[in-house]
């Protein structure tokens, strides 16, 4: 096959300087039959066999992969031939050819029987659709590495995207990021697809969904429809799909370092509203710009927000604990009621009695973890304070307390009397279920620097830290200049002239105690 230029040199030698074909072909060094091709056409014919190529050792085979072929498409799609296990079975049949032979083969048929997937491209209406979905992340949380699985909703007409990171994909992570995402998009999208997820619906065969009490119960409350996906067509809201490995790509890396949760959630919150600047392909505005075309058309808020929490009975067990999923949570002694009511939250817990919440803790998705708060158990250490060094949340609480506290302990120890010293340490501790603990800190360095290591010591250091006590302004009298002497009272020196005259005269004897002449 001649090139290009040469065959621009053979047709320029015929249509522009006239020459004959023979003497192109003598000149030029061409056969005759590659001369009348470059003058037929200027573009070189493309090379295509006339026959198959003769395959001597796989010709005799080609048949039986082309019904092992056939037999995949009727067998189980994760169960099927692989190419090594055809090459196994022919091997068995007696072929002795090359491996790569029939992996070439294997694969030109594969490819000319697979026909590429195409999609419609859709256009959506101003506030009226969203997509939801989770993916999974990486982070460093409080220094340690985690996998946390981030929330995500984008609206379709704008693109705007909402990511949240959860530890699980709980019910409640899955109605607390919804809650977050419409406060968020300042509105309720008119419908959301998700996929089959189960904190939302039971697949029952096919196309049939039931779908979770609370899920309607949730979707009544913000009054947007649902959409559901077909099972394995993730296609039906790539838009979302998309979303969560862009948010993975662009909000996750490199990988956030952060103290918490809270932090981490408000990174990605700032990452969020930053992607409003950004204009996606093909579109005329920018995202924030599209967003604010879009966002007078959502649904209203209600007036107030859906309580996103599990609401369970619990038992107390001995040691003033409820627990959750495998979780014990503490209560503090003096709320200690058999039956009780817990709220779990993504990332709190609640636990009541009637309406009061007695305890509050963070939530925690350690297997059978303790959580304990230790001034729940302080009424029960102040009636017996021999269980002080003992106590399982009073040592977790020590290793970490401050050291004023320690020094507090000591000086206990050394003045209070016989067996007097940890009750009335654990009666100054309960003062941080009046006080902030960085004033109760205070307060205690002040009574140990006072030398009043007591808890009417301590308490009275918290009521001066408090209440402060400020001297009266001075008043001016600089416009009144007739009050000016007044100005001057308490301020003036002293005379004492007056008294050192008193000294000088003689005291008076009284008539009753003279002495007669």
């Given amino acids: 096959m001649i090139k290009v230029d040469e065959r621009e040199r053979i047709r320029r030698a015929y249509f522009v300087e006239h020459r004959g074909i023979r003497w192109i072909a003598r000149h030029l060094h061409h056969s005759r039959d590659t001369v009348r091709q470059a003058i037929a056409s200027a573009e070189p014919a493309h090379y295509t066999l006339s026959a198959p190529r003769p395959a001597p050792v796989l010709g005799a ?133 998700y996929d089959n997820l189960g904190t939302a619906v039971r697949i029952l065969k096919g196309h049939k969904r039931q779908e979770q009490e609370a899920f309607v119960l949730f979707r009544s409350h913000y009054l947007f429809d649902s959409h559901f996906c077909t099972p394995g067509e993730g296609h039906e809201k790539g838009g979302v799909e998309h979303g969560v490995g862009y948010g993975r790509r662009n909000f996750m890396v490199p990988l956030p370092n952060v103290p918490s949760w809270e932090a981490l959630n408000a990174q990605l919150l700032a990452a969020c509203l930053q992607d409003d600047a950004r204009q996606v392909e093909g579109q005329p505005h920018t995202i924030g710009t599209a967003w ?110 401050p050291p004023v506290y320690e020094q507090l302990l000591t000086r206990l120890r050394t ?62 009298l600089s416009q009144h200049p007739q009050l000016a002497a007044v100005a001057q009272v308490g301020t003036q020196s002293v005379d004492l002239q007056a008294y050192e005259q008193l000294l000088s005269v003689p005291a008076a004897v009284p008539a009753h105690e003279a002495v007669p002449a």
């Avoid at 989770?134 to 460093?140: C, N, Q, T, V, Y």
């Avoid at 984008?154 to 530890?167: G, H, K, N």
């Avoid at 369970?312 to 001995?318: A, F």
């Avoid at 010293?421 to 501790?429: G, K, N, S, T």
């Fill in 292 to 401: 604010a075309l879009e966002q007078p058309h959502l649904r209203p808020l209600p007036d107030g927000d859906y309580r996103c929490c599990v609401t369970v009975p619990v038992v107390l067990n001995g040691y003033s604990q409820v627990t959750y999923e495998t979780v014990h949570y503490s209560v503090p002694v003096d709320d200690a009621y058999a039956q009780l009511v817990l709220r779990a939250y993504p990332f709190e817990i609640e636990v009541l009695h009637g309406e009061r919440v007695i305890a509050r803790h963070v939530r925690s998705y350690v297997h059978k973890d303790e959580v304990f708060e230790p001034l729940h158990y302080l009424p029960l250490l102040e009636q017996r304070p021999g269980a002080f060094e003992y106590a399982k949340p009073l040592r977790q609480w020590r290793a970490q307390w």
């Fill in 61 to 193: 085979y080609r048949a039986r992969l082309d019904a092992l072929l056939a037999d995949n498409e009727k067998l189980p799609r994760k169960q099927r031939y692989t190419t090594n296990k055809m090459l196994k079975q022919l091997r068995a049949e007696g072929y002795t050819g090359s491996s790569s032979s029939v992996r070439t083969y294997v694969a030109a048929k594969r490819r000319a029987g697979r026909h590429p997937e195409v999609f419609l491209p859709l256009e959506y209406d101003p506030g009226k659709d969203a997509q939801v979905d989770w993916g999974e992340a990486e982070a460093i949380i409080a220094g340690e590495q985690v996998t946390v699985q981030l929330f995500v909703m984008r609206l379709s007409y704008s693109r705007r995207i909402f990511v949240m990171a959860f530890p699980a994909q709980k019910q409640e992570a899955f109605f607390a990021g919804h809650v977050a995402a419409f406060q968020h998009f300042r509105g309720v999208p008119h419908r959301l697809s």
């Fill in 415 to 476: 003045q209070a009397e016989e067996g007097q010293a940890i009750p009335e340490f654990v009666r100054i501790l309960r003062l941080l279920r009046e006080h902030t603990p960085a004033l109760v800190e205070r307060a205690i360095a002040q009574a140990l620097a006072f030398g009043s290591v007591s808890l009417e010591g301590v308490r009275l250091c918290l009521h001066q830290l408090e209440h402060p006590e400020t001297l009266p302004a001075a008043l001016d």
